[in-house]
Structure formats: C-alpha cells, structure tokens
C-alpha cells in the first residue's frame, strides 16, 4: 500500500519517548539480524537489577523529565515512514504501560506494510484493540535473577491472555541452570510455545559465556537460544 493511502493518526495522541534510532539490528530474538527502527518509551512498571535501559525508569540515577519527551504519534509515524526499513520495534521500558495510544502507532505502519514487534515485560495484559495483524509480541517475562519479587513480575492474567492471543513469542533472560528451572515451570504453566533463552549480559565475553554455560540444556529442551547481537557488534553503546 501507498503511502498517502495510510490513514494518519491524530495529533492529540502521544506518547512517552525515550529515544528513536535506526536504522540498525534487531538483536535478540526470532528477528535477530533483520534490519530494524527502534521506538522506545519511557517509563517501566519493573525495576530489574541488570536491566541495560534504566535511564527509562530509574528517578534515583536518572532525571526522567530529562530522558523523555511527550511526542506525538503522528511524529513517531511520519519518522518511521520516511525510512525504508520493513521491521519497526516498540521497545522500552514497558510500552503497554501507554498502549492506549498504541493501535493509534500501529495500525498506519502495518498499513504501510511495515512489520511490528512490541517487546513487553508480560505484566500487562494487551487491549483488543492491538491485537493486530502482522504485530507480535516478544514477551519476556522476568526471572528471579531481574531481583523483583515474583509478585511483580509475574502475572497470571497477562501471561495468559499473551499466550492465547498466538501473536507471542517468550525471551527469557537467563544465567544459568536455576534460571532454564524456573523457566521450564512458567513454560508450561501459560503453555509457552515459541521460547527464547537469551543469556544475560553487556559485554561479548559475558553474553557469549553465558550462552555457552546454556547451551546444551536449551538445546535439550527444544527451546531456541538467541545472543545479544547489537552487544558482540557495540557493546553496551546507547542506541544501538
């Protein structure tokens, strides 16, 4: 389809940026190594010990009013259109925090032909109304080693309605053999079956380690193993 035959969002709906950047790599995940745009919102309702966007989230360390701007979504639609990249992705901090303004962001991309990924922390479960086609959702529910308490980051209704919804996908963040054991019983318990096990890090040599410490279980399992493909190439570089 056109361009001018996509339907353009309103300029009252906005959203709470923290960055755009691209084009680059989709570097986790089953899209690992396509060209991508990232859109990342500000603000999550987790507070992850080795979580690598805390300028999203994190008022001890960070001034949020300086590290988010109030953009619209109209903005955020004409930039992602004037790039001929296929794969958009709504990262964060947690975008469904805002997804009320969310269809409003997707429905013109996916007009447009564009593919879309959300990438959520599975606490918040998605309005019909962004259960769209061609739009996934990279769910990557939180680990005892995030440091949150399970009550938090675990939330049977969402996980839930994620599953069902066939539109998701589960990455998991994992160190070691503990964590694929916690892993497993979630995996079962919200009948997860397109699971990731990418492991933990924010250096080549930490993130290939941990891989190779899982490897052999992962692949035992019948889940599929994704490396942090934007940290082997820059690091633990911002907008990457």
């Not at 958009?88 to 032909?113: D, F, M, N, S």
């Not at 996980?159 to 497993?184: C, H, N, P, Q, Y």
Request: charged share 20%; hydrophobic share 45%; proline share 5%.
């Amino acid at each position: 389809m056109t361009a001018t035959a996509v339907s353009a969002p309103s300029r009252a709906a906005e959203l709470l940026l923290a960055e755009r950047f691209g084009p680059t790599l989709q570097g986790e995940g089953p899209s690992i190594g396509q060209s991508a745009l990232f859109i990342r919102l500000s603000r999550c309702n987790l507070s992850c010990t080795w979580c690598d966007t805390p300028y999203t989230w994190d008022s001890a360390r960070f001034d949020l009013r300086q590290q988010s701007e109030r953009t619209s979504v109209a903005d955020l639609v004409a930039w992602a259109l004037a790039h001929p990249v296929p794969l958009i992705v709504i990262t964060g901090g947690e975008p469904l925090l805002q997804q009320r303004h969310l269809p409003a962001l997707a429905e013109p991309l996916l007009q447009a032909g564009r593919r879309l990924e959300i990438e959520t922390n599975g606490t918040v479960a998605p309005d019909s109304a962004l259960l769209l086609a061609g739009l996934r959702f990279n769910v990557s529910p939180k680990l005892a080693n995030a440091g949150v308490p399970a009550d938090r980051r675990i939330k049977s209704a969402a996980l839930e309605a994620l599953s069902a919804s066939g539109k998701a996908v589960f990455k998991f963040v994992a160190r070691d053999a503990a964590d694929l054991a916690d892993l497993a019983e979630l995996a079962e318990r919200f009948a997860m079956r397109q699971v990731w096990v990418m492991p933990e890090g924010v250096t080549a040599d930490d993130v290939l380690g941990c891989a190779q410490a899982l490897a052999e279980t992962v692949i035992a399992r019948g889940w599929s193993l994704s490396l942090r493909l934007h940290v082997l190439l820059w690091g633990d570089e911002r907008g990457r």
